[in-house]
């Protein structure tokens, strides 16, 4: 094993959570508005269903191979050669990936609080906060979401209920007026988002608990689902077809909270809320990127490709597109089918075949 | 200018490499490699990056591959 | 090993240098904008100057006059100005700002801006949608800025010294929260114009004349009534007493006396507003289009210029007809004015068909502009009055003058 860390089915929860929802909060409503208009709460509830069942692909897979992450178990799946290149894919998709993550968090900072900083020194300096959390292994990253994402659950909520007063109900109805389409079509986006659970399939072999991991992995879907309901009720709500128009809703929603002339420009808590919990997922993504590459390689330790591939990781942000338009455009198109692609269909796949390989393998040793 | 960032890209390497070269010992030659091979793309592609600054990407590449599925959510 | 020690110094002289290095950052900070290197602007307004010409008017805020004027009290202090008043011309809100800012040796600051006024001219004469625009667009502007429109110029407006405020950006915002008028903020107006009517309602300021004997330029803007905008122009406006009804029908009705006439008496009964609520009802039937509203209020007696005895549970009743047909009265004017005569849908009947009837919305969506002045409206207002105030009969009349009817 490379990583002798150990954490709890409880922190990995912990993990996930702001995995989906730190960039879910903040272009994903919009996206969602395109479609599904007054019904947009109920779109995180079908995507929901795909989080569930990447939980159930990654905890299945891990027990066929317990001990091993999904670069190793699909070498023993596919075969040497088909393995090897599957995981090659796989590892340069979480680097694409992990590339967007960090552009979607740079772009945000830029284009909303620091309009002149070069967008280089806002990725880069959170790259480098996250290469040490990497450095200090899985276990670092456990107990910082133990810390973050209490407090950044709890301001949301709080956020959230500030903004009651200013909310109009009447905006949802009427409800499914062109049916149910819309809301499903809707949904494909965040299905996209859910599905990055997968990185479970890399952080399951650390489980001190593992019996528990299928438990923790659905609350934690549910947790995400809830907090994506609320989220797209309370935007929607207050800015009605606006929602569609704005680049940030959630930011727009927080900045309009104003409660007796006192309680006003909180637009800074939702950089807090943000940052960290894009923290937790860039920290996420990078150390199952590390951690694959180096089971990839067959290295003895990952700790030496953590700033080599921070660094590549950078450039993948920069490259990824030449402007927020076009990313949130590829996001809010092709760029869905290509995460879910990955992220569950290949990994379907992957189950299918291990399960009947696990049959045929039962039927010799029974005939024996 | 452009000379400059390239500049300052190989001193991060060399601030890296600094970093984390005394720490990989003396048997590990695998790892060195990876870790230098690994610089190496980096540094080419952060440098190409420098003198084009919009090449297409990865991105590119995967949005051709998924555009009919793409165009169900064009709106 | 002599390699081995080498790096060991080299790294110990990393770990030194890498304590070093914050220092550098600390000479670059891109977005360091310090208080006083701001100028924070409090409100904004835009005149039609030429043709083709804008002029944009800021009050930027003075903060070295704020402490010294409350320690000083009167003399120097409550005269002083604590605002500065800049114009600016442009062919677009954007070129005129960046002309704005030649005048200022500080940053402009928009992110405590609150109030936006636009002149009537260049409301009437030109789409406001894409000064609308870059008002959103700006990442440092405030949806929650409340709008306004204003008869006069607002570089004139502007210029006023109000005697109780700070400055006008402070009038306006708390004239508008005392929901005298609609009450639009910058997220409320972009919605409407996207809505299903792509109408709007905005307040219409004029200047307060001042008492006579006073300085002109002491006194403030007043809301005197509601601008009414199609498609990004402005197409009328009403005057107080019938952005009343409208409020009723937008169930914004918050702050109100109604003052009455009873029959058969002289003098006026006043009451206050408790709680009002109001909501529209649609119903189509027999390809009719109709509209309830349904509202509900209740009062307190405030005053009692008549001889009448409100003591009397008759009265009371006799009173709460009356208010009924007050509010029934404003209404129906602000129906005639809007309805009838601007064929401007700023009561949000077309949202209200589209929830209770999606699939016929549908089909009619496009004609709505033929439909909405067709709509008939029946109105069923219930009006309560719950307290006669603490006297219960006419307080300064004697006895045997009391109508006990």
Known sequence: MIEKGKISAFQLALMMNPTIFATALLLVPAITAKHAEQDLWLSPIWAAISGLLTVYISCKLNKFYPEKSLIQYSEQILGKIAGKILGLIFLLYFLHLNGIIVREYGEFVVGTFLNTTPMNVVMGSMLLVCALAVYGGIEAIGRSSQIIVPVVSLLFLVMTLLLVKDLDPKKLLPVMENGIMPSFMGSIVPSAWFSEFILMAFVLPLLKDSGKAMKWGVLSVLSVMFLLVITNLSTYMLLGKLTIKDTYPVMVAVRYISIADFLEHLEAIVMAIWVSGTFIKISMFYYSTVLGMAQWLSLSDYRPIVLPIGFLILVLGHWA???????????????????????????????????????????????? | MKWAAVLGITFIFVCMALFEWPKLGRGSKKEKIIFLSLSVIGWFLGSMLVFFPNPPGPTELMDGIFKPLGKLLEK | MRAITFFTKLNILLQISSLLLPVTLLTGCWDRKELNDMAIITAAGIDKKTESTIE????????????????????NGGQGQQVLVRSAEGISIAEAISMLQQEFPRHLFWGHNEVFVIDEELARDEDLRPTID?????????????????????????????????????VLRNLAGLKIGVDITLKDLAEMLIGESGTAALPYIDILSPPESQDKKQTIADIIGTAVLKNGKMIGSIDASTTRGLLWLRNEIELAVVTVKPDNTEGYVSMQLLRAYSRLIPKIENGKWKITMQAKTEDDLIQNGTTLNTGNPQTIHRLEQDLKADIDNK??????????EMNADIFGFAEAFHRAYPNVWKKYKQNWDDIFPTVEVTLETTAKIRRPGIVTEPGAYPEQEVKTE
């Open chain 3, 56 to 75: 944009l008017s800021v009050i930027v805020y003075i903060p070295k006059n704020a402490g010294v004027g409350e320690e000083m009290g009167g003399g």
């Open chain 3, 331 to 340: 209404v129906k004017e602000a129906l005639k004015q809007v309805q009838h």
């Open chain 3, 134 to 170: 870059f008002i959103m667009r700006h990442p440092q502007t405030r949806e929650r800025s409340h709008i306004f429109i204003s008869k006069q110029k607002v570089k004139n407006i502007f210029s006023l010294n109000p005697p109780l405020e700070r400055d006008l950006a402070e």
């Open chain 1, 321 to 368: 597109a030449p402007n927020l338009q076009s990313l949130a455009h590829f996001l809010g198109t092709s760029g869905a089918f290509y995460m879910l692609t990955l992220q569950l269909g290949i990994p379907v796949v992957l189950l299918c075949i291990a399960w009947i390989q696990q049959k045929f393998q039962q039927k010799k040793d029974g005939g024996q």
